[in-house]
């Protein structure tokens, strides 16, 4: 972007991908998924210590409708698992997802028959974060990431929706 | 509440047919009993003065697959006396083809959720419980996956979900650069 002056009157040019992206990548809505240790590590990248906020991502909703980053923090049993699949098909367009922690991304220690071994069999992951739980710079670095993944996105890379029909 | 040797004999006498043993460990008393008569056996636990356990604590069961057992699952009735705060535990055992036991819920009604967890993880029945359904696992599931012979990682029940793909087309998914 540059700012460009005439007149008296300002100017900014640029294209409609890095004002989208610029305005996507800084006011991220998170909706946290919390079902274990991680939900409550991921309270304190809010809080001031750490401020999840710098990144323009403190706006936390609860509701699936109201956020574009599904940040899915702990193990997801099998009674669990077609919750979170509606709640991530609740989601507008576009949508992310960070898988948070171990059991997240890989079931972790739970190798049990309840537990889903990693959610990325089911839904598709952007980042993943590892560790048991993360510690809350990691968490921030998986935003970031998710930044820069938003950065290089464009306009033109979407398609609408196809339609499915029932086999 | 009778010394083990008196309540033996007191037991023994009204359960004949039933009744197996009763052993001792660290002054916690087990009543051995055949699952038929063990609604019989708790109500006369909780009717009779002499041993007025009015409280039901707990009910769980143990798979005794492939180990010396009177039978392969034994139903554990954990029983507390409140004014003289004293335990006994009752266990019934069941065999393994079409394990059935009546239900306690006439006696104490906090034993609908108990008896509807061991009926879900184990496969016990129990006559006469007013809504026995599965508790903990989902509903539509095929097994009761605290049995001994049901693999620790499942037949299955994991990885049987609907994939949800990206509906709309992004540039990082070619895009292996990206870091």
Partial sequence: ?167 | MLPKDQLTVVIKEKFPDSFLEITDFRDMLTIHIRGEQVLDLLRTLKTDPRFAFNFLADITAVDHLEMDAPARFAVVYHLLNQHEVRRIVVRAWVDEEHPSLPSVYPLWKTADWQEREVYDLFGIEFTGHPDLRRIMTPDDFQHHPLRKDYPLQGRGERSNFPVVKRRIGSKWQEDKSVQ
């Fill in chain 1, 1 to 167: 972007m540059g700012v460009e002056r005439s007149g008296g009157i300002g100017w900014l040019s640029t294209t409609v991908d890095a004002f989208a992206n610029w305005a996507r990548k800084n006011s991220l809505w998170p909706m946290p998924f919390g079902t274990a240790c991680c939900g409550i590590e991921f309270m304190s990248v809010l809080a001031s210590r750490h401020d999840m906020a710098r990144f323009g991502a403190e706006a936390i909703r609860f509701s699936p409708r109201q956020s574009d980053l599904l940040l899915v923090a702990g193990r997801i049993p099998i009674k669990m698992m077609p919750v979170l699949t509606r709640i991530y098909e609740q989601m507008p367009e576009p949508k992310w997802i960070i898988a948070m922690g171990a059991c997240a991304s890989s079931g972790g220690v739970f190798d049990t028959y309840s537990v889903v071994q990693g959610i990325d069999n089911f839904l598709p992951v952007d980042v993943y974060i590892p560790g048991c739980p993360p510690r809350p710079e990691a968490i921030l670095d998986a935003l970031i990431k998710i930044q820069k993944l938003i950065k290089r996105d464009s306009l033109g890379h979407y398609k609408p929706p196809v339609e499915e029909t029932a086999t």
